[in-house]
């Protein structure tokens, strides 16, 4: 059978692949640092524009088969690439002093962040599970070398180690769930798996059954849940999370924290939402937002390092994204487009306060260095007031409160999204962890202003990194004086 290819819809994809080989060439051509730079930071930034674009249009369609089709570019699938796009463009800023210091190679480290964003474009249309975890893993492969290029320390090789031993154990894991989801339905395509879980299987010398009652059919969706739970560092499986992220290059950290966590929200979305009943994931994903927005916070509390606080506060949020989808179980007709929709935003609200706190974060700190304690940055917005007050506000909308107006429309959509499918208790667990969350993101803004007992001097902010940090802040501003464009894109 011969298959029509819509290349309209693939053009973020070739465009994202595209920038991969343009940065290669340019530093082979070149041979300047700045080359592939401006090469990866060029192409980002037409990716994404050209995915707004193409799903500012109607839905396109392309790989089908008579009943469905393994890639899907429609308007929720364009936020996502725009948004990988665009945080990639901004990694790569952020990562100007670090490149300049001779920490890593410019050529190669361009090309494994432009081929993560590659495997993110694509994650967005999946509409198989084969598709699905390999753009899934195409994010996620690259950020194994990323991590470990501080090779000066240990603490960056170890990091290395543990997301690559993690996220392999994961991807074994998610591929054996869908293996087994294959073995009993004989589909791979999201929109045909549901049906055939609620369809009847026969099996041999006996009379058909529902293959939702089949022992395999449970431990498929267990294994496959359970192995994106690993991506968005939902406990139980967090432990890679902080040190990973502390070892980790601080702009390769705010990728991992942004970018690679929004990937697994977006594979969990694409399950759960079109593949599987959502009365069989509801309670698993119900579960795993409790544990995580509850441990995160509560460990999150005990910190003395800005990036573990940090990767822990990206735990608690995880939490707050999984919880709308943990109400599908009892959510039905609008009551699942209500609580998709709160997922999505919370996932870009979060993505953009965070991307602005690692930005200020790398402001303040030397080419190269990590995060440090957070006894640090005591006066920090005394010896640089822009910078001081964008870190602040990135925290405070984390917090949920004004004038981090983003965060707090966050949490409202998804408090709202909860009492629409009746989970209310689940409600009261989100407020509760919110009120939790406010001691430590209030204590480090205080401390952000409290007065210096080390005099120590400012530090000079390189161009490339108070230039995200201002277009972080600007878009947190903007999205949290105009959040119902963002819930209308996300509900599409």
């Known amino acids: ?27 082979l051509f070149v041979g300047r640092r700045a080359a592939p730079v401006a090469t990866a930071v060029a192409g980002a930034v037409a990716t994404g524009v050209v995915a707004i674009v193409v799903g500012a ?10 009943d469905a089709c393994s890639y899907v570019a429609n308007g929720r699938a364009a936020l996502m690439a725009a948004v990988f796009a665009f945080l990639t463009a901004g990694v790569v800023a952020l990562s100007v002093p670090l490149l300049r210091a001779g920490v890593a190679p410019a050529g190669e480290y361009c090309f494994l962040l432009a081929c993560s964003m590659t495997g993110g474009v694509v994650l967005g249309a999946a509409g198989d599970l084969i598709t699905l975890i390999v753009a899934l893993e195409t994010l996620t492969l690259p950020l194994y070398v990323l991590v470990g290029l501080r090779r000066q320390t240990m603490e960056s090789a170890a990091a290395a180690v543990t997301f690559f031993v993690v996220s392999v154990v994961a991807t074994a894991v998610s591929l054996l769930g869908a293996a087994l989801l294959y073995a009993v339905t004989g ?21 058909p059954v529902r293959a939702l009652d089949l022992p395999l059919t449970s431990v498929g969706i267990a294994l496959l849940l359970l192995g994106l739970a690993f991506k968005v560092a939902a406990v139980p499986f967090h432990a890679w999370a902080p040190p990973t992220y502390d070892g980790a290059p601080l702009p390769v950290a705010a990728y991992l924290s942004t970018a690679s966590k929004l990937g697994g929200v977006v594979a969990i979305l694409a399950v759960v939402t079109v593949a599987l009943p959502p009365g069989v994931t509801g309670p698993l994903l119900a579960t795993l937002a409790v544990l995580t927005m509850t441990v995160g916070n509560l460990v ?9 606080l940090l990767a822990w506060s990206s735990v608690a949020q995880a939490g707050y994204i999984l919880a709308p989808l943990g109400a599908l179980a009892v959510a039905d007709g609008p009551d699942v487009s209500t609580a998709v929709t709160a997922s ?8 953009v306060l965070e991307i602005g706190a690692f930005a200020a974060v790398v402001a303040l700190r ?66 509760l962890n919110a009120v939790i969350g406010l001691a430590y993101y209030v204590r480090v803004a205080a401390i952000l202003y409290a007065p210096d007992p ?21 878009v947190a501003l903007a999205v949290g004086f105009a959040p119902q464009l963002v819930l209308d894109w996300a509900g599409r």
């Open 1 to 27: 059978m011969t298959q029509s290819v819509d290349h309209v819809a693939l053009l973020p994809a070739y465009l994202a692949a595209g920038t991969a080989v343009l940065v290669l060439l340019a530093d």
């Open 57 to 66: 249009g109607p839905t396109r369609s392309t790989f089908c088969v008579p």
């Open 187 to 207: 589909r791979l395509h999201l929109t045909l798996l549901a049906p055939a879980l609620t369809g009847d299987v026969s099996l041999a010398g006996n009379d």
């Open 300 to 308: 999150a509390l005990r910190q003395i390092r800005m990036t573990r």
């Open 344 to 351: 999505v935003a919370y996932a870009i609200f979060f993505v």
């Open 366 to 431: 030397g080419p190269g260095a990590d995060g440090g304690r957070i006894d640090a940055y005591y006066g920090a917005a005394r010896r640089h007031r822009w910078v001081g007050a964008a870190l602040a506000l990135a925290l405070i909308g984390l917090a949920g409160l004004p004038p981090g107006l983003a965060g707090l429309f966050a949490k409202v959509a998804v408090v709202r999204s909860l009492l629409t499918a009746s989970s209310g208790w689940l409600a009261v667990v989100v407020a």
């Open 454 to 474: 080390l005099a120590r001097p400012a530090r000079a902010v390189p161009w490339p990194v108070a230039g995200v940090l201002l277009v972080a802040t600007a």
